[in-house]
């Protein structure tokens, strides 16, 4: 049944890419997407043209409640959801893929992280034969089709928004993995019964970019580190790095965070006299007063936790210092998670 519902979208898109011309000077947004405060699924003669945007001031209007998104009661195809044109050649193409990873999409006028299971794909318009217009009017009709609602009010680049997360256009893009200006931008979310979905289509005169998302955890890939490592560590370099796992974008101390917080209560329990100063550190992507934020409230959550396991709170104290501290270069995913941690420092008597 998979196999047949995959092959029938993929003659559908065949069919509509066969039908390519000369390359028209329109804007790439042809066809209007309904915004999330449309119901789920709606006919297509009842479609309208989008409203103009509204003023920056007025942004509860740019507030998108997911949860009141209805459930899409049709079969979606399964991941990723949608695929490269058929003419395009496999030798052309460019996809990244990752069974867990992070993504950064626009919902409403605010940034918004998922995690799951990722894969992004890039291709020119030459190769795949087909216009810029055309490739915005298929892809964002075979989203649409699926039950897909678009829930982005605001684009990458404009001035309201840049200005509203840290007015730094370059992270924005990176955080985004948006490549370059000239690129339109639709993030679509998906609720299916099985979990959320989400697809942010990027067309440019030149090439598009796909990125497919499945929501999902993961445990953790992290060991524990123990009372007693964390004790030998504090007593030969005066401080210890750990990776407590937290909600994304969020002070929530998750479950599988917890275990390395109980084994800090264990280890203060049985050394009555140690003192820690608990510090949170990030990567360097995204708005930099928001990541010294964020790393100071981590830090707090850590310590209301151990205060909660009993440790006397005149013991700890609690401190963010953002990016600024980076234990490796940030220009790898692989460097920044291992600059997003917790330090405990070991607080001289005194």
Same mark, same amino acid.
């Given at each position: 049944?998979?196999?047949?519902?995959?092959?029938?979208?993929?003659?559908?898109?065949?069919?509509?890419?066969?039908?390519?011309?000369?390359?028209?000077?329109?804007?790439?947004?042809?066809?209007?997407?309904?915004?999330?405060?449309?119901?789920?699924?709606?006919?297509?003669?009842?479609?309208?043209?989008?409203?103009?945007?509204?003023?920056?001031?007025?942004?509860?209007?740019?507030?998108?409640?997911?949860?009141?998104?209805?459930?899409?009661?049709?079969?979606?195809?399964?991941?990723?959801?949608?695929?490269?044109?058929?003419?395009?050649?496999?030798?052309?193409?460019?996809?990244?893929?990752?069974?867990?990873?992070?993504?950064?999409?626009?919902?409403?006028?605010?940034?918004?992280?998922?995690?799951?299971?990722?894969?992004?794909?890039?291709?020119?318009?030459?190769?795949?034969?087909?216009?810029?217009?055309?490739?915005?009017?298929?892809?964002?009709?075979?989203?649409?089709?699926?039950?897909?609602?678009?829930?982005?009010?605001?684009?990458?680049?404009?001035?309201?928004?840049?200005?509203?997360?840290?007015?730094?256009?370059?992270?924005?893009?990176?955080?985004?993995?948006?490549?370059?200006?000239?690129?339109?931008?639709?993030?679509?979310?998906?609720?299916?019964?099985?979990?959320?979905?989400?697809?942010?289509?990027?067309?440019?005169?030149?090439?598009?970019?796909?990125?497919?998302?499945?929501?999902?955890?993961?445990?953790?890939?992290?060991?524990?580190?123990?009372?007693? /490592?964390?004790?030998?560590?504090?007593?030969?370099?005066?401080?210890?790095?750990?990776?407590?796992?937290?909600?994304?974008?969020?002070?929530?101390?998750?479950?599988?965070?917890?275990?390395?917080?109980?084994?800090?209560?264990?280890?203060?329990?049985?050394?009555?006299?140690?003192?820690?100063?608990?510090?949170?550190?990030?990567?360097?992507?995204?708005?930099?007063?928001?990541?010294?934020?964020?790393?100071?409230?981590?830090?707090?959550?850590?310590?209301?936790?151990?205060?909660?396991?009993?440790?006397?709170?005149?013991?700890?104290?609690? /401190?963010?210092?953002?990016?600024?501290?980076?234990?490796?270069?940030?220009?790898?995913?692989?460097?920044?998670?291992?600059?997003?941690?917790?330090?405990?420092?070991?607080?001289?008597?005194?």
């Amino acid at each position: 049944m998979t196999k047949q519902f995959n092959a029938a979208l993929c003659l559908s898109i065949s069919l509509a890419f066969a039908l390519s011309g000369c390359k028209p000077k329109a804007p790439a947004d042809a066809l209007q997407a309904p915004v999330a405060s449309a119901p789920a699924s709606v006919p297509e003669a009842a479609a309208a043209p989008a409203a103009p945007p509204a003023p920056a001031a007025a942004s509860a209007a740019a507030v998108v409640d997911l949860d009141k998104i209805a459930v899409i009661a049709k079969p979606v195809p399964p991941f990723p959801f949608i695929d490269y044109p058929p003419a395009v050649d496999k030798q052309y193409y460019s996809t990244k893929e990752s069974d867990f990873d992070q993504v950064h999409l626009i919902l409403g006028d605010k940034v918004h992280a998922v995690e799951g299971r990722v894969r992004a794909i890039h291709f020119t318009l030459d190769k795949a034969k087909i216009s810029q217009f055309q490739a915005q009017r298929d892809y964002t009709k075979a989203v649409l089709d699926m039950g897909g609602i678009k829930v982005n009010t605001a684009k990458p680049h404009d001035s309201a928004f840049v200005a509203a997360h840290g007015d730094d256009k370059s992270e924005l893009d990176k955080k985004l993995r948006y490549e370059f200006h000239t690129y339109s931008y639709e993030a679509y979310f998906l609720p299916t019964a099985t979990g959320r979905k989400w697809i942010v289509l990027m067309v440019s005169d030149e090439a598009v970019d796909v990125i497919s998302v499945e929501e999902k955890q993961t445990a953790s890939s992290v060991k524990v580190v123990t009372a007693a /490592a964390m004790k030998s560590e504090l007593d030969s370099k005066g401080h210890v790095a750990l990776y407590i796992n937290f909600d994304t974008d969020k002070a929530a101390i998750r479950p599988d965070g917890k275990p390395a917080v109980d084994e800090i209560a264990a280890l203060m329990k049985k050394e009555a006299a140690l003192r820690l100063a608990v510090e949170g550190h990030t990567d360097n992507v995204g708005d930099k007063a928001r990541n010294v934020t964020l790393s100071r409230e981590r830090a707090q959550a850590v310590v209301q936790a151990l205060v909660s396991d009993g440790i006397d709170s005149a013991r700890l104290s609690a /401190a963010g210092h953002g990016a600024e501290k980076p234990v490796t270069d940030n220009g790898s995913e692989e460097g920044r998670a291992k600059n997003r941690r917790v330090e405990l420092v070991k607080v001289a008597k005194g």
